[in-house]
Nanobody, 125 residues
Framework: VQLQASGGGLVQAGGSLRLSCAVFGGTLSRNVMGWFRQTPGKEREFVASISWSGRTTDYARSVKGRFTISKENDKNIMMLQMNSLEPEDTAVYYC???????????????????WGQGTQVTVSS
């Protein structure tokens, strides 16, 4: 299974971006998926996760109310809608998935087994 993230770019503060994560070589319709982000010199941090069914979501405190994670199992795609972007949101964003079928949601990087290549998001002030 391979994940491919896309949709990053340069946006002004207050703007919006929509990230997508496409799944190739299999299906992750029964897997927890999530988004993480990383800036130079810092650890990769949790942004959001979504249960295998798409019914349950979890967010980092810093993005709650501004970001929305969603999943379309029939299309093998996961999205992250990012609104009211702030310069502090600037980072490389990675999509990820747990290998466990019907597993529990998690905000721990070590619980995720599949990773996309990352997409750069830059928010200018």
């Amino acid at each position: 299974v391979q994940l491919q993230a896309s949709g990053g770019g340069l946006v002004q503060a207050g703007g919006s971006l929509r990230l997508s994560c496409a799944v190739f070589g299999g299906t992750l319709s029964r897997n927890v998926m999530g988004w993480f982000r990383q800036t130079p010199g810092k650890e990769r941090e949790f942004v959001a996760s979504i249960s295998w069914s798409g019914r349950t979501t979890d967010y980092a405190r810093s993005v709650k109310g501004r970001f929305t994670i969603s999943k379309e199992n029939d299309k093998n795609i996961m999205m992250l809608q990012m609104n009211s972007l702030e310069p502090e949101d600037t980072a490389v964003y990675y999509c990820a998935a747990r290998a466990t079928i019907y597993g529990s949601s998690s905000n721990r990087r070590s619980d995720y087994d599949y990773w996309g290549q990352g997409t750069q998001v830059t928010v200018s002030s």
